[in-house]
Nanobody, 122 residues
């Protein structure tokens, strides 16, 4: 079974940066879409960005475009979310998720999820 493990969340001051990681294991990494989502208290889960394991340009949500960057280490089946210029409204639990073939950025299309990592911006 596919397993996703996020790490890197912590408390940071506004204007700061964080780099989250998501390790994929338990299956072939070929043809995988790895997405980041976030969910703030009382709000719906929303897409942050997604990248395909075959490479190509990541797709980002408008709310974070220009501040967040997704990258991956294919050899180590790990995806990263570099977050810059963090603001209090970025406070949320951040999740990674995977699906195959078509890289949507809607949570209802994803079957496998990590446990999440908390990011708090004060």
């Amino acid at each position: 079974d596919v397993q996703l493990v996020e790490s890197g969340g912590t408390t940071v001051q506004a204007g700061g940066s964080l780099n989250l990681s998501c390790k994929y294991s338990g299956g072939s990494y070929s043809g995988v879409c790895m997405a980041w989502f976030r969910q703030a208290p009382g709000k719906e889960r929303e897409g942050v960005g997604v990248i395909g394991s075959g490479g190509g340009t990541p797709h980002y949500a408008d709310a974070i475009k220009g501040r967040f960057t997704i990258s991956q280490d294919i050899a180590n089946t790990t995806v990263y979310l570099q977050m810059n210029s963090l603001q209090p409204e970025d406070t949320a639990m951040y999740y990674c998720a995977q699906r195959r073939v078509v890289c949507y950025l809607k949570p209802e299309y994803y079957d496998d999820w990590g446990q999440g990592t908390q990011v708090t911006v004060s």
